[in-house]
């Protein structure tokens, strides 16, 4: 019987292996770390004393991959946010607070409700916006975007939690692809949501739970060493740590599901993407769960801080700095003493307290997303005749998120369908 092999259990390789176990495919999975989930997982932390995630990460209703995903694993209720499109700010400099929130529908109203638009949007944004959704391949958001008050107020916020990158070096297109996929299409497309319990809870035990019931091998904790090449340059077996080596049978395939850094050693003459930007988060355990600045939205962005994101969830207050290379640098001690008053602030909470807290540092979150690298993403899916290419560095159009690592997955997977 044809049998797929995943190399990478992360976002992508797991929605590879669902969907190929979902279509009756004989799958092995294997993954080099002892638990699943790459750079979208959770662990104990015993200082804090509960399951804290490696970073806060916000998806939105819009994305189908992930919406299809977790219906299929049977986790479409695990992610939360709010019924209604709303995504609250706060001014560190003035105090001023308010919330954006696009209407259900796409024909967008809310740009002309003050109530509703992000303070001082006008005219130069929606002429931006345009101006975006036709971006070149080699236009960055700081060329596009407004120099007004939204700048900082608005899109600076979107794009680094969009695209960990800050404004003048992000790349537009992926960018244009996203508002494309939400806002465009209203509200209802780009409600904020989280995972309920921990990232593992939503996105990673079900579907090891749905690899397991549909009889596919999950191989934790073994590292792929290497690719053994055929005459005809396709992929004949994989080399495991410990030296032996996996053939592949003629209907056999494998899918590559390797952070880029991996790929370029496993793959040297594949184009990869160069360089990484890293997020820092930081996560404190309240006394108590803090109130949520609108009620049932667990999150608010912050203007003019340090801390870019602030998410609740029960007792954990979780900050997120995304594009922090020069963060990721500086001591825990120092991280935690910038972003407390921040968050107590926005949060409304006593800022002598500071209650105990875990900064974790990505330095390799997402591939360095400019307009460069672009160019270098090789295509998400055959890279021979048996071995494809699966990973949110791949060029899904998107930007390195879960819904582009899904798609790439998912892709991977067709094709390993078609063919086998
Ligand atoms: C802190 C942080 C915050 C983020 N926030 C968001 C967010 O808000 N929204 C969003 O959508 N996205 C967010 N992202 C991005 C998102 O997490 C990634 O795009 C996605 O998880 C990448 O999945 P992947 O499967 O492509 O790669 P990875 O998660 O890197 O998976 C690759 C897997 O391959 C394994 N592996 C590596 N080498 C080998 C080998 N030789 N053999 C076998 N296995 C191997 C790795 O251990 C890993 O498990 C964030 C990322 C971070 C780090």
Redesign the pocket.
């Known amino acids: 019987m044809a049998r797929t092999h995943v ?7 797991l929605g590879a292996a669902v969907a190929l176990a979902r279509a009756g495919r004989a799958v092995t999975l ?4 002892p638990r699943a ?4 997982r959770s662990h104990h932390d015993a200082m804090l004393g509960c399951v804290i995630d ?6 939105l209703s819009g994305n189908r991959a992930v919406s299809d995903h977790l219906a299929t694993i049977g986790a479409a209720d695990r992610l939360v946010g709010p019924a209604e499109a709303c995504v609250p700010f706060v001014d560190m400099a003035t105090g001023r607070r308010w919330a954006v929130r696009p209407n259900r529908g796409r024909l967008p109203w809310w740009l002309v409700s003050a109530a509703r638009r992000p303070p001082g949007f006008g005219w130069a944004d929606v002429a931006a916006s345009v101006r975006l959704l036709r971006a070149g391949t080699e236009a960055t958001l700081g060329e596009l975007l407004p120099t007004g008050p939204t700048r900082a107020g608005f899109w600076e916020p979107l794009v680094l ?1 969009v695209m960990n990158a800050p404004l003048d070096a992000a790349a537009a297109r992926p960018m244009a692809a996203v508002l494309r996929e939400t806002f465009a299409r209203g509200g209802a497309a780009c409600r904020p949501l989280v995972a309920r319990a921990s990232l593992a809870d939503t996105f990673v035990d079900p579907a090891l739970a749905y690899l397991g019931a549909h009889g596919a091998e999950v191989r934790l904790g073994r ?2 060493q290497g690719l053994e090449w055929r005459g005809d340059g396709d992929v004949a077996a994989l080399r495991l740590d410990g030296g032996e080596a996996v053939g592949l049978g003629p209907d056999d395939r494998a899918i590559l ?3 880029p850094s ?1 790929a370029r050693t496993l793959l040297p003459d594949c184009p990869v993407p160069e360089g990484d930007s890293a ?1 820092v ?1 930081v996560h404190f355990r309240l006394e108590r769960a803090a109130p949520e600045p609108v009620p049932g939205v667990p999150l608010v962005g912050l203007v003019g801080a340090a801390a870019h994101w602030v998410f609740l969830r029960g007792d954990i207050a979780s900050v997120t700095v995304s594009a922090a290379d020069a963060l990721a640098e500086v001591p825990a001690d120092r991280i935690v003493a910038a972003v407390w008053p921040e968050v107590a602030a926005a949060l409304g909470l006593d800022a002598a307290v500071a209650p105990p807290a875990r900064v974790v540092k ?1 330095r390799r ?2 591939f360095r997303q400019t307009p460069a690298n672009q160019a270098l993403r090789p295509p998400a899916g055959r890279y021979g005749h048996r071995l494809l290419l699966a ?2 560095w791949t060029d899904t159009g998107l930007p ?6 899904l798609r790439s997955g998912r892709r991977a997977a067709d094709l390993a369908l078609q063919n086998g």
């Not at 294997?30 to 770390?33: I, P, Q, Y």
């Not at 989930?37 to 979208?40: A, E, F, K, Q, V």
């Open positions: 190399i990478g259990a992360g976002m992508a390789g294997w993954e080099a770390a989930g790459g750079r979208c490696n970073g806060n990460h916000l998806v939690a590292r792929i599901a390797v952070p991996i997020i988060n990505e979150a997402t990973g949110d390195a998120t879960i819904e582009g690592s």
